[in-house]
């Protein structure tokens, strides 16, 4: 099975931190996403990729920035961290030759102090 | 613009009963549709997808869905609910050349009763 492991289930930070969320995955996906869910509001893309150092901006994307080095890997990373970013992060990662579903990793929560 | 419409955010049936959770696309192109599943604290696993080659599409846990083009639904359905079914469920559609993206609904929460 695809696993995509996120680095940390739960994560508090301060105000004005910089923080780094990190998302592998094992079976050479081409395209990784991260996504933000708060209630009410469902899943809203934040960043995604589709090949080695290459980037789009999803829907929210003020705020962070990413970093994909390596095709396993895709970090996102809070600037500056603000109370309006507590929230859950899912990274999901897919491919063509698997019709576009998503993996899922099994999230990150976290909480701005 | 919206491209997936999820009716009622919360459902609530008995165990035993059916289960039918609603979802509505826009697309201008022949969509892939998926329903994923997710239960408390964690990520979202995938129940099902519509790939065009089937329009009822058998899934994980029972589940099914049913593609109709002519009313642009992808409704989610079990014949019997049983408590274990109780979590969040999120429709999703990819449409035409995203770069894999999927458009995600805002989820409804299915409770089941004893």
């Known amino acids: 099975d695809v696993k995509v492991t996120q680095s940390s289930r739960y994560l508090v930070k301060r105000t004005g931190e910089k923080v780094f969320l990190e998302c592998v995955q094992d079976?050479?996906?081409?395209?990784m996403f991260w996504y933000r869910q708060d209630p009410g509001l469902g899943l809203r893309l934040i960043y995604f990729?589709?090949?080695?150092?290459?980037?789009e901006k999803g829907d929210i994307p003020e705020g962070y920035s990413v970093s994909r080095e390596k095709k396993e890997r895709f970090s996102l990373i809070l600037e500056s961290a603000s109370t309006n970013q507590t929230s859950m992060y899912l990274c999901?990662?897919?491919?063509?030759?698997?019709?576009?579903?998503?993996?899922f990793g099994s999230g990150t929560r976290l909480t701005v102090v | 613009a919206q491209s997936v419409t999820q009716l009622g955010s919360h459902v609530s049936v008995s165990e035993g009963a059916l289960v039918l959770l609603r979802c509505n696309y826009s697309?201008?192109?022949?969509?892939?549709l998926f329903w994923y599943v997710q239960y408390p604290n964690q990520g979202l696993q995938l129940l099902l997808k519509?790939?065009?080659?089937?329009?009822l599409v058998k899934g994980i846990n029972g589940f099914e869905a049913e593609f109709k083009k002519s009313e642009t639904s992808f409704h989610l359905t079990k014949p019997s609910a049983h408590m274990s079914d109780a979590a969040e469920y999120f429709c999703?559609?990819?449409?035409?050349?995203?770069?894999?993206?999927?458009?995600f609904g805002r989820g409804t929460q299915l409770t089941v009763w004893p």
């Open positions: 999703a559609v990819r449409r035409g050349s995203t770069l894999g993206r999927l458009y």
């Open positions: 519509y790939t065009s080659a089937a329009t």
């Open positions: 079976m050479d996906h081409e395209n």
């Open positions: 697309s201008s192109v022949p969509p892939y």
């Open positions: 999901a990662s897919t491919s063509p030759q698997i019709g576009y579903g998503y993996t």
């Open positions: 990729s589709y090949d080695v150092k290459m980037k």
